[in-house]
């Protein structure tokens, strides 16, 4: 009994010291709920308001109305509301407890599609705060923002969270600033200004960690997701949904939550992982069923039932369909709405009922508000239902409308980088629109829309004419062109039903079918890994190399004599692949590069814009290399010396630079007037990055804490090179764009203004490459160009008594030819 009592009293006395010190307790919970520590502030409040159940008490109302705040934060926007129905007492009518009252009051409201409560709320509010508490000006301006942005008026959202911003800023309050800043990148965003948007979540990224807004950083990461999935940056997009889905978890924001696992299964499903989509979407399901979110639900029955679609369950996605339809009524998001309407004429053109899917698509195309994507989607399956019901010229009208407009997207992304990726959201509908071409046996119209496509960022930092890349054009003469250059083309063109060869000689364009994607990667994965293992490629018991030559060049071997000149223009994985490691079945097998001289290219345009002649007297080097070891991850290159000095050896002193050891740093070459160079030559580390392309980078001596020259400093550095060799691992890239190819260095050398890149698929063999380099430079020094030098230095290695012949040794350096 005595013990109890003790216990009794203990509490009793905590209590009392407990509700002594409201201030500092209201404190702690609301800096809490800015952390985004939502739990936690909810119940410290909780706790503070049995101290004060009086509805007369300054302290239950500042404490209530925090408790509406974490409320709708956590997604409980009804129960938010209902606390603050009640009035607080005429004597605190002029305090700011009634202007915060309102401001709970509108968010909540605007939370749940009342936007004219909300707005008249945030009036009231606005003009009681400039009588007497103009520091709550910049609080009200970021709700209004929240507001307009929800009535689809993206200016009056604007205006307010830059005024916002700018209240924040004067008010030294970074937690306002975080959110304004969220708000601006939000409106850029849905403006489709996403390169603008990246930046301004990048500095509400900054702001918010520095004083750990965890709620913040959630919405700020499923932003910038949000931005680089529309920029077809999957890698990116699908990093940033998961850091905002963690980062709502911390907070306990679950409604957040939802939202951004509908975020990851977007990504999943637009890499057509379906399995995967499906699993994240059905964990979110259940917990969306019980939330006030009626828009969120919309938007996760909307996805479910669009993964339904391709997974050919037409059944299940007309009931979700339904089910969607009816929570709608209550949730009158807009772009809900239209993802409906496109999934209910989506349903109806698989069914067959055309008339239907027509009206759902001509809808989504008459509302104004409806976004660039799905104009562009809209058109596209307009299109497709055109087809089915052989009305051929509206068809194409649609097809190249839906073209125009994904271009119009893309010319508005500045960022170069950020342009690079924006056509893997798009491709597919090029896609359509070949097979379209090819069923009415347009060989050359499909082959042009094909070109379309590729190295459109590469072409126009070239200063390629923006004509020469639309369609239909009057210039585009491929067969001119090859016989121009007196070399066969190969265009590839991989698509989900059937793959495309367009085979181009000086006196014949011919198209042929290959095997569709699905089949052609993994074996092209496969032969890929069996190289950089090191076995033995060529073995009988090894066949991937040879059913690759039976797929993708077989088809056309009549069309290449032995001994052609051959520019190779590949498509996704295959520019992973080293075409001259293919195995020749007969007369005896032999790889393909004792039968042809290769060259890889990007685009026909930018060949079109290629010199056609070099002078072999430009005897000019600029030596690069044997530098001193940076880091740890970056061992010393043993071989590197004797490499240089073989190089050095084909130039005279006055016609060359070298930059070694200590004199190998990145503001050493940039200041080196590369420009003046015929030749280029990197022998050292390089590094490509797979979701930062122009962060890929060579590996030079350390100066400060710098010594990378990185991918995105080479571009703004014009070059008139007739070669660039990158003797160093990753040299050509790591991530093959739609449209763009294989980007890293050789990309950024080539769009700087290089005519050739000689880089490197996988790590160089530091033994066997001074070897082959020699080789390449004897034949450049005798006059020969560059492709016919380098197939003449990989053959005297494959044709060696030692190890070198394995293709690991001298297959993984290709030629680029730029313009």
């Not at 509010?125 to 709550?136: D, F, I, N, T």
């Not at 696992?261 to 999943?268: A, C, K, N, P, R």
């Not at 080293?578 to 079945?585: G, M, S």
């Given at each position: 009994m005595t013990a109890f009592l003790l216990l009794n009293l203990a509490f009793v006395l905590w209590s009392c010291r407990r509700c002594a010190e409201p201030q500092t307790i209201f404190e702690r919970a609301q800096m809490q709920m800015k952390h985004g520590e939502l739990e936690p502030a909810l119940a410290e409040t909780e706790r503070a308001l049995q101290c004060f159940p009086s509805a007369d008490s300054v302290w239950h109302w500042r404490l209530r109305i925090l408790k509406s705040e974490i409320l709708w934060r956590q997604g409980s926007t009804r129960e938010s509301l209902a606390l603050m129905e009640a009035e607080p007492p005429v004597s605190l009518a002029a305090t700011d407890l009634a202007i915060r009252r309102q401001l709970a009051m509108a968010t909540a409201n605007a939370l749940m599609q009342r936007l004219p409560d909300a707005d008249r709320l945030l009036a009231e509010?606005?003009?009681?705060?400039?009588?007497?508490?103009?520091?709550?000006l910049g609080e009200i301006a970021l709700r209004r923002g929240t507001v307009r942005f929800l009535a689809g008026d993206l200016e009056g959202a604007r205006t307010a969270y830059q005024k916002s911003l700018e209240s924040a800023r004067e008010a030294k309050d970074l937690f306002l600033e975080a959110a304004a800043l969220d708000g601006l990148g939000v409106v850029a965003t849905k403006k489709e200004h996403y390169d603008e948007a990246i930046d301004w979540d990048r500095s509400a990224l900054d702001t918010a960690r520095s004083v750990g807004a965890q709620r913040i950083l959630a919405n700020i990461s499923g932003n910038l997701a949000w931005c680089y999935r529309k920029l077809g940056d999957y890698d990116s997009a699908l990093t940033f949904y998961k850091q905002a889905e963690e980062a709502s978890v911390r907070s306990g924001a679950l409604g957040d939550q939802l939202y951004?696992?509908?975020?990851?299964?977007?990504?999943?499903?637009?890499?057509?992982?379906?399995?995967?989509?499906?699993?994240?979407?059905?964990?979110?399901?259940?917990?969306?069923?019980?939330?006030?979110?009626?828009?969120?639900?919309?938007?996760?029955?909307?996805?479910l039932s669009a993964v339904a679609l391709e997974t050919g369950r037409l059944d299940l996605a007309e009931k979700l369909e339904e089910e969607a339809s009816k929570v709608r009524t209550v949730s009158p998001d807009q772009s809900e709405i239209l993802d409906s309407i496109l999934i209910r004429g989506r349903i109806a053109e698989r069914r067959g009922d055309y008339r239907?899917?027509?009206?759902?698509?001509?809808?989504i195309l008459s509302d104004a508000k409806a976004g660039s994507s799905e104009r562009w989607e809209?058109?596209?399956?307009?299109?497709?239902?055109?087809?089915?019901?052989?009305r051929d010229a509206k068809a194409e009208r649609e097809f190249q409308e839906s073209l125009d407009t994904i271009e119009g997207v893309r010319t508005s992304v500045q960022a170069e980088e950020l342009r690079l990726s924006f056509l893997s959201t798009a491709i597919s509908i090029y896609s359509d629109y070949i097979e379209f071409l090819m069923r009415h046996g347009r060989v050359l119209d499909a082959l042009q829309v094909a070109e379309l496509s590729r190295a459109r960022t590469l072409a126009e930092g070239l200063g390629t004419k923006p004509n020469s890349l639309s369609f239909p054009s009057q210039a585009f003469h491929p067969q001119a062109l090859a016989r121009r250059l007196n070399l066969i083309l190969l265009f590839y063109w991989l698509g989900e039903d059937r793959s495309y060869l367009w085979v181009i000689t000086p006196t014949k364009l011919s198209c042929l079918a290959l095997p569709k994607q699905a089949e052609i990667d993994p074996v092209v994965n496969a032969y890929r890994q069996t190289i950089l293992e090191g076995r033995d490629v060529s073995s009988p018991s090894n066949d991937d190399g040879k059913k690759l030559y039976r797929m993708?060049?077989?088809p056309a071997r009549e069309l290449i004599p032995q001994n052609s000149r051959v520019v190779l223009l590949p498509a996704e994985s295959l520019y992973g692949l080293?075409?001259?490691?293919?195995?020749?079945?007969d007369p005896q097998p032999h790889y393909w590069i004792e039968d042809v001289t290769l060259t890889t290219a990007s685009s026909l345009t930018l060949?079109?814009?290629s010199r056609t002649q070099h002078d072999p007297n430009e005897k000019s080097l600029l030596l690069v290399g044997n530098t001193e070891q940076p880091s740890a991850d970056f061992p010393l290159l043993p071989q590197a010396p004797a490499e240089m000095q073989k190089i050095e050896h084909y130039f005279a002193d006055s016609r060359r630079k070298v930059l070694e050891g200590k004199q190998a740093t990145p503001s050493a070459y940039l200041s080196s007037?590369?420009?003046r160079y015929a030749y280029l030559h990197f022998v050292t580390h390089g590094t490509a990055s797979h979701t930062r392309p122009l962060e890929s980078a060579v590996i030079l001596t350390k100066e400060g804490d710098s010594y990378k020259l990185y991918a995105r400093d080479i571009v703004t550095h014009p070059l008139q090179a007739q070669l660039v060799t990158i003797s160093a691992c990753n040299g050509a890239g790591a991530r093959a764009y739609a449209g763009e190819g294989l980007v890293g260095l050789s990309w950024a050398f080539l769009r700087a203004g290089a005519h050739n890149v000689i880089a490197s698929l996988w790590e160089v063999s530091d033994a066997s490459t001074p070897q082959l380099m020699d080789e390449l430079y004897k034949g450049l020094s005798a006059g020969q160009d560059p492709a016919s030098a380098l197939r003449k230095a990989k053959l005297t290695l494959l044709h060696s008594d030692t190890v070198f012949r394995k293709p690991f040794y001298w297959a993984q350096f290709q030629l680029y030819a730029g313009s």
């Open positions: 509010a606005e003009v009681s705060a400039k009588a007497g508490h103009p520091g709550l951004w696992l509908t975020g990851i299964e977007s990504v999943y499903s637009e890499q057509q992982h379906y399995a995967a989509a499906e699993a994240v979407l059905e964990q979110a399901l259940d917990r969306a069923r019980r939330q006030d979110d009626k828009s969120t639900l919309v938007e996760i029955l909307n996805d239907s899917a027509e009206g759902s698509f001509e809808r809209a058109q596209a399956r307009l299109a497709n239902v055109y087809v089915a019901e052989s993708l060049l077989a080293n075409f001259e490691t293919l195995i020749v079945p060949l079109e814009h007037s590369p420009e």
